[in-house]
């Protein structure tokens, strides 16, 4: 059993940054992948990133390729998603989850209550 708890969200600026925090309980947090996905109001939850347990492997979103980074610390139990360069079109309720590395939302275990992120233009 995997708990997640996000953190980190908040009101910002384009072009601002945010660093998004999720904390696991469960020590077999480490053997999961991670993902990071996110859903704004009337659309469908989307992918955003993810990153496997092992070798740290990781999958962006070409939507965030290069404004993201997915990383996370197994001894701390604990990934993140720094986001940069945040546009208007970043703004959503993001979602950390564990389960097998992958794009599709449907194949994860686990799912955190999800943090708001919010850009202003």
């Known amino acids: 059993q995997v708990q997640l708890v996000e953190s980190g969200g908040g009101l910002v600026q384009a072009g601002g940054s945010l660093r998004l925090s999720c904390a696991a309980s469960?020590?077999?947090?480490?053997?999961?992948?991670m993902g990071w996905f996110r859903q704004a109001p009337g659309k469908e939850r989307e992918f955003v990133a993810s990153i496997w347990w092992s070798d740290s492997s990781t999958n962006y979103a070409d939507s965030v390729k290069g404004r993201f980074a997915i990383s996370r610390d197994n001894a701390k139990n604990t990934g993140y998603l720094q986001m940069n360069s945040l546009k208007p079109e970043d703004t959503a309720v993001y979602y950390c989850?564990?389960?097998?590395?992958?794009?599709?939302?449907?194949?994860?275990?686990?799912w955190g209550q999800g943090t708001q992120v919010t850009v202003s233009s």
């Open positions: 469960g020590r077999t947090f480490r053997y999961y992948g």
């Open positions: 989850a564990a389960g097998p590395q992958s794009s599709d939302w449907r194949r994860y275990d686990y």
